[in-house]
């Protein structure tokens, strides 16, 4: 079995690149025939439609914001619209490196010249503008702001999508068929990628690098039941407003300016299972008439974080200054809209469990490799046993999780709490060395390390997707992994292509 396994209707057109020269031979599980979708055709073009037009509201929303978005899915993306992908088209955050050996961390020289722009809030967003003429004016600065119904449309979208049930069939086969398709390639190559291993000189799973991907910034009715804050504008203005006055001043804000340098990115921590009775819609209260004592619901957190951070991060690249990730805890407890959420504003989450109720969703982020760093010994103490978590079950299908702490001085008993996640997880569920090492790699490229320690860490090219972008030397993932999972990935985005292409044709 040596070829590549093809689209439903054997379209050559959508395979994936051919294999680099340095990835050893390896046993593929080929499925041909004129279908193989599993469901009618009408159902299967209307739920790759759906699909298609998801991943692409994802990539609007990540390149808003300067969050990845997965290479390989938008090569497809663009080979639907006939469009020719460059890597022109990909955005990056900036992140600042950390100080070299001897470096003032805390160095207060080449900070910037103030650009004394006007800030104001409006709709619990802040808007930045030129001159005094320029606010009096409602004139802003050239930047992009969000639209509230924009994103409830697009919202909605998502979410009468992951209820439709032609979609929900067909992304529960595509699903079921990632992870018999996974445990037939161990089956075949379980001794190939060991050999692969073993012939790495001085490399094994204790000297790769594995990250710990935490952001704290907790919200809460904490805030307003303790008079703290009138409204939830007030709110944000208190957490944003400082960021931005010290983006566009920062010769008055010195030591917030330096200390940005090393944030990488926001978290939102609250308790996900706190049920709202409001449904957010572009009809919501305004952030400065949400006064209740009550929590507004996840998704309304989410946005105008969200914006916030995306007009923010607009602003200071513009500067020449790093850039922020939005990563929050989310599908812990709760609704699954908190996922769908989520799946438009967050460059990675934590945690996901609920994606196991969501056959679309799970789906969703596994096309568009949406990073998850998952926390099983925390769940066990909170949410669910940890036979349960579905950590495995999610590395198999391919998605892109990685192992994380949460609250190690709660849920943990040794001074090394990742590894004892690691260790954990590892003995629990039998993972192989490939299975712990392609979790770490996974770690790393999730996290906010900066471009050149990725590239210490990872190799020179690992901004390129499947063996070409995996140095093994220092990963220490075996190419025949790095291989399958990059041929499954365009597999699986070539049955959305096709089905797009041929409505096209058909019109």
Not at 92 to 111: F, H, K, L, W
Not at 360 to 374: D, E, F, G, R, W
Not at 407 to 412: Q, V
Not at 453 to 465: I, V
Request: net charge negative; proline share 5%.
């Amino acid at each position: 079995m040596r070829s590549l396994a093809v689209s439903p209707f054997l379209s050559s057109s959508s395979t994936c690149s051919s294999v680099p020269e340095s990835c050893p031979d390896y046993q593929r599980v080929t499925i041909s025939g004129d279908y193989c979708a599993g469901i009618t055709v009408d159902d299967y073009e209307q739920a790759a439609k759906g699909l298609f037009k998801a991943l692409l509201i994802r990539e609007k929303y990540s390149k808003l914001a300067y969050h990845k978005f997965c290479r390989t899915t938008a090569q497809f993306l663009r080979s639907a619209e006939n469009i020719r992908w460059t890597e022109d088209d990909e955005v990056q955050p900036d992140v600042c490196q950390c100080p070299a050996e001897g470096e003032d961390p805390y160095s207060m020289d080449n900070i910037p010249e103030n650009l004394n722009y006007p800030l104001k809030m409006k709709d619990g967003i802040v808007y930045v503008y030129d001159n005094a003429e320029a606010l009096s004016e409602n004139r802003p600065h050239d930047l992009p702001y969000p639209d509230l119904e924009t994103f409830a449309i697009d919202l909605s979208h998502v979410l009468a999508m992951i209820a439709d049930g032609p979609a929900k069939t067909y992304c529960h086969r595509r699903l079921n068929f990632l992870s018999s398709k996974f445990h037939l390639h161990e089956m075949l190559n379980e001794m190939a990628e060991l050999k692969e291993l073993k012939s790495v000189p001085h490399r094994d799973f204790y000297n790769v690098r594995k990250v710990r991907n935490r952001n704290f910034l907790c919200f809460s009715d904490i805030f307003k039941s303790k008079k703290l804050v009138t409204n939830f504008a007030k709110m944000l203005e208190n957490i944003f407003l400082p960021l931005f006055e010290a983006t566009v001043d920062p010769q008055n804000h010195k030591e917030l300016h330096v200390f940005l340098k090393y944030v990488s990115g926001f978290d939102s921590v609250d308790d996900e299972s706190k049920h709202s009775d409001h449904m957010f819609s572009y009809r919501s209260p305004k952030p400065d008439q949400w006064t209740t004592d009550d929590n507004p619901p996840y998704s309304y957190y989410l946005f105008h974080m969200y914006a916030n951070i995306m007009v923010l991060n607009n602003l200071r690249k513009e500067r020449g200054l790093n850039t922020f990730q939005f990563r929050p805890h989310c599908g812990e407890a709760g609704s699954i809209t908190h996922l769908v959420s989520a799946f438009l504003t967050s460059d990675n989450i934590s945690h996901g469990l609920n994606l196991k109720k969501s056959p679309v969703l799970q789906y969703l982020y596994y096309l568009a490799q949406v990073p998850i760093a998952m926390s099983p010994l925390s769940n066990n103490s909170l949410f669910l046993e940890y036979s349960k978590n579905p950590l495995r079950e999610f590395l198999h299908k391919g998605l892109c999780v990685s192992l994380s702490t949460d609250d190690p001085m709660l849920f943990h008993y040794t001074k090394e709490p990742l590894m004892e996640e690691y260790a954990i997880a590892a003995q629990l569920w039998k993972l192989s060395t490939c299975d712990v090492c392609e979790i770490a790699r996974n770690s790393v490229l999730q996290s906010g390390l900066s471009h050149q320690e990725k590239k210490h860490f990872l190799g020179a090219n690992y901004l390129k997707d499947g063996p070409e972008g995996n140095d093994i030397r220092r990963t220490n993932v075996a190419q025949i992994r790095m291989a399958y999972r990059h041929e499954t990935l365009c597999n699986e985005l070539s049955f959305i292509v096709d089905a797009v292409k041929s409505e096209t044709v058909n019109e």
